[in-house]
T-cell receptor, first 116, second 114 residues
């Protein structure tokens, strides 16, 4: 079985400060991990993914995420937040085959608010 | 670039009506999905399809049905709309057999049932 948790409903950060949006996961095998962003009244947009290899993954709009297998985490980060980063962020996991489904499981989402 | 198009951005219907939500993708993806999104509950999978005329129930299929007669089109049907089906509905697609590829989402249909 696969599951994902986003422990914070909301994250507040000042513009220019670093931001972190947390995600932890549970899988029976190895994970494929994804981050998506949703702006108001829009669908989800893909930001980045971890498949294998380097634990630090770089994605769109200056975002990056660090895969930590021992802590089963995949936190989203950005060195310097912008007001325009304010949006809803979703983490998703797929358990890599061997009985895993291609249907990903999504977290409940974290609302990021960047204050000017 | 993959485009997933949902036919309506906003829709208002009445209780008991049969409601159709349409979704079209232009990238020849095998997999298509319907989710509903509610505050605090995240995305919940209603139905998905991995091929034409094939469908599987997701986590909350009650009160819904789907149709996939062509590869590019996936329709969600509310058989008899109820007020608790007021929600944001999101359609998504992804390539078949490629577990490491992300889903591509439409912009959603915000449905109100009065």
């Amino acid at each position: 079985a696969q599951s994902v948790a986003q422990p914070e409903d909301q994250v507040n950060v000042a513009e220019g400060n670093p931001l972190t949006v947390k995600c932890t996961y549970s899988v029976s095998g190895n994970p494929y991990l994804f981050w998506y962003v949703q702006y108001p009244n829009r669908g989800l947009q893909f930001l980045l993914k971890y498949i294998t290899g380097d634990n630090l993954v770089k994605g769109s709009y200056g975002f990056e995420a660090e895969f930590n297998k021992s802590q089963t985490s995949f936190h989203l980060k950005k060195p310097s937040a912008l007001v325009s980063d304010s949006a809803l962020y979703f983490c998703a996991v797929r358990d890599i085959p061997t009985g895993g489904s291609y249907i990903p499981t999504f977290g409940r989402g974290t609302s990021l608010i960047v204050h000017p | 670039d993959v485009k997933v198009t949902q036919s309506s951005r906003y829709l208002v219907k009445r209780t008991g009506e049969k409601v159709f939500l349409e979704c079209v993708q232009d990238m020849d993806h095998e997999n298509m999905f319907w989710y509903r999104q509610d505050p605090g509950l995240g995305l919940r999978l209603i139905y998905f399809s991995y091929d034409v005329k094939m469908k599987e129930k997701g986590d909350i299929p009650e009160g819904y049905s789907v149709s996939r007669e062509k590869k590019e089109r996936f329709s969600l049907i509310l058989e008899s709309a109820s007020t608790n089906q007021t929600s944001m509905y999101l359609c998504a697609s992804s390539p078949g057999g490629e577990y490491n590829q992300p889903q591509h989402f439409g912009d959603g249909t915000r449905l109100s049932i009065l």
